[in-house]
C-alpha cells in the first residue's frame, strides 16, 4: 500500500520523535493533540533536533525547513480524515487509547492504517475498539526516536499480512530496524528490559547498594550505555510502574511484581527527568 500523509496522534516525547523521522523520511505529517500548546512544545523540539543536525553540518538549512514544512500541527483530530497511516503515541492507557482507535475508526478513510507505539497493551484488544482489526498493528519505537534504530513491529490477532508489509516497509524508509514480535504482555523489548530495571530498584530497595553503584556495574560491568536507575528515570518511573503492572496483570506471575519503592516514588510524584526527579535530581 502507498503511504504518503501520517498523522502522529501525541505530540510528546515518543510523538514528536516519531513526527520527525516520518516528515525526514519524506512524509507528510500531522502531529496532533489536545491542546496547542501541546504541539508547539512537540514541535519546539522537533526544530532543536533539526537545527542541532544543520549545526553539525549533517543536514542543509534547505533541508531542515523542508523537514519543518512537511510537519503540519492539529488540534482536530479530522484532520485523520485524510490520511493514510496513523500512528498513535498517547499515555499508556488502555480507555485512552480504545476512545482514540475508535474515533479514528470513524474518521480515518477505509484504507489507513491505525498503528499503536503502545509499549506493552495488547494490539488485538486496541484492535477490537475498532471495525478494521485487520488494519490495526503495533509500532514499538525506543526512546530517544530519532537515535533509537529499533521499531518492534507486532501483529494483532487480526492484522493483515499486506499491513504488516506495508508498516515493515515504512519502518525501513524511516531509515529503521523492524523486528517482528508476536502480541504479548510487553512484547520482547519491555518484557526483558522491564524486570531489569524492576530488579535494580529491588537492588536498591534492599540496601544491596547505592544507586550510583548499581548504576556503574551495569555501565562499565555490561556496556549499557545509562545504568538501570538512570534509564528509568529517563524513561519514567510512572511508565516502568505501568509496564511492570501489564505484564504482572497479563501473566499472572508475581515474578513480575513492581518493587515497593517504585510505586512509593510514583505516588510522590518523583516520576523522573520529565519532573526533575526521579532516582536522581534534575535540572
Ligand atoms: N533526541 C534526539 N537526539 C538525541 C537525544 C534526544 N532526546 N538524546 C541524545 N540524542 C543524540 C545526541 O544529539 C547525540 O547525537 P550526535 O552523536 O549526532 O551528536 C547522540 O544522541 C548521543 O548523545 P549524547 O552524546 O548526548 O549522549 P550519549 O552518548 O550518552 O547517548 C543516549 C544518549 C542515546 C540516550 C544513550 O545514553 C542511550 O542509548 N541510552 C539508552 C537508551 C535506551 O535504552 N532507550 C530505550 C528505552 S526503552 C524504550 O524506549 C521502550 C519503552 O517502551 C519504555
Known amino acids: 500500500m502507498d503511504v504518503q500523509k501520517i498523522m502522529v496522534v501525541g505530540a510528546g516525547q515518543m510523538g514528536s520523535g ?6 525526514m523520511a519524506g512524509y ?11 504541539v508547539d512544545r512537540g514541535l519546539a523540539t522537533i526544530t532543536k533536533n533539526v537545527t542541532r ?12 525547513e523542508s523537514i519543518l514544512n512537511r510537519i503540519t500541527p492539529s488540534i482536530d483530530l479530522n484532520n485523520a480524515s485524510n490520511v493514510d497511516l496513523v500512528i498513535e503515541a498517547v499515555v499508556e492507557n488502555m480507555e485512552v487509547k480504545t476512545s482514540i482507535f ?12 491505525l498503528a499503536t507505539n503502545t509499549s506493552s ?31 518492534e ?10 499491513v504488516y508489509q506495508t508498516i515493515e516497509d515504512i519502518t525501513h524508509k524511516l531509515n529503521k530496524v523492524p523486528v517482528e514480535v508476536n502480541d504479548f504482555p510487553g512484547f520482547v523489548s519491555n518484557r526483558i528490559l522491564m524486570p531489569m530495571i524492576n530488579e535494580a ?25 545509562m545504568g538501570p536507575l538512570t534509564l528509568a528515570d529517563f524513561i519514567g518511573l510512572d511508565t516502568c510502574l505501568y509496564i511492570m503492572e501489564t505484564l504482572h496483570e497479563g501473566f ?20 523522573g527527568r520529565k519532573t526533575g526527579r526521579g532516582f536522581y535530581t534534575y535540572e
Not at 495488547?122 to 537515535?147: D, L, Q, S, W, Y
Not at 513491529?153 to 499486506?162: K, P, S, V
Request: glycine share 6%.
Open 18 to 23: 516519531i513526527a520527525q523521522v516520518c516528515a
Open 28 to 38: 507528510d505529517v500531522f502531529l496532533h493533540d489536545l491542546k496547542q500548546e501541546y
Open 53 to 64: 543536525q544543520v549545526e553539525k553540518g549533517r543536514m542543509t538549512q534547505e533541508e531542515k
Open 102 to 113: 475508535s474515533q479514528l475508526d470513524e474518521i480515518a478513510p477505509e484504507h489507513a492504517i
Open 121 to 151: 497493551l495488547p494490539i488485538t484488544e486496541i484492535a477490537a475498539a475498532t471495525k478494521r482489526p485487520e488494519k490495526v498493528i503495533g509500532m514499538h519505537f525506543m526512546n530517544p526516536v530519532p537515535v533509537m534504530k529499533l521499531v
Open 153 to 162: 513491529i507486532i501483529r494483532g490477532l487480526a492484522t493483515a499480512d499486506e
Open 201 to 225: 530498584i529491588y537492588t536498591l530497595y534492599e540496601g544491596v547498594a547505592t544507586k550510583e553503584a548499581i548504576d556503574e556495574v551495569m555501565k562499565l560491568g555490561m556496556n549499557h550505555p
Open 252 to 271: 499472572g506471575d508475581d515474578k513480575y511484581r513492581p518493587c515497593p519503592l517504585l510505586r512509593k516514588y510514583v505516588k510522590a510524584g518523583w516520576l
